[in-house]
């Protein structure tokens, strides 16, 4: 479905009235989509459709998730999660797992952001440069 810029503004718009010190607050959220159903005002559906992917991407962006190839010490995890507070900002949500095909090391995404230490990523990496 193509979205109008009407669309798109009115969406980003109400995104940015849901924010709370630069969050996203879910309460906020909650209120906006339902006063949006309850007017229905022209083009809703493309305005709510926006507004699911803004909601979708800054979610994505607010959750670090660490895959490690043995179980992380928890000194590990508070560690982990202090550089990735200092570089991300407060409000981030950190999901540790277990990988075993990661072999040994670290695999962290963020976001878009990759960060793979992994032994895998190296192999890979070697036999890609033979």
Do not use: W
Not at 30 to 57: D, E, N, T
Not at 93 to 112: A, C, D, Y
């Amino acid at each position: 479905m193509k979205i109008s810029k009407q669309a798109r503004r009115d969406g980003k718009s109400l995104f940015n009235t849901c924010k709370v010190n630069g969050t996203l607050d879910e309460g906020r959220v909650k209120q906006a989509v339902s006063a949006v159903i309850a007017k229905k005002p022209r083009g809703y559906v493309a305005i709510l459709s926006h507004f699911q992917r803004l909601v979708k991407l800054d979610l994505e962006r607010r959750t670090a998730r660490v895959e490690n190839a043995v179980e992380t010490s928890p000194a590990l995890m508070e560690s982990i999660k202090a550089n990735l507070t200092q570089r991300y900002g407060p409000g981030l949500n950190v999901q540790f797992s277990v990988s075993k095909e990661l072999i040994g090391g670290l695999r962290i995404k963020v976001g878009s952001d990759v960060y793979d230490g992994s032994v895998k990523a190296r192999l890979t990496e070697l036999e890609a440069n033979f």
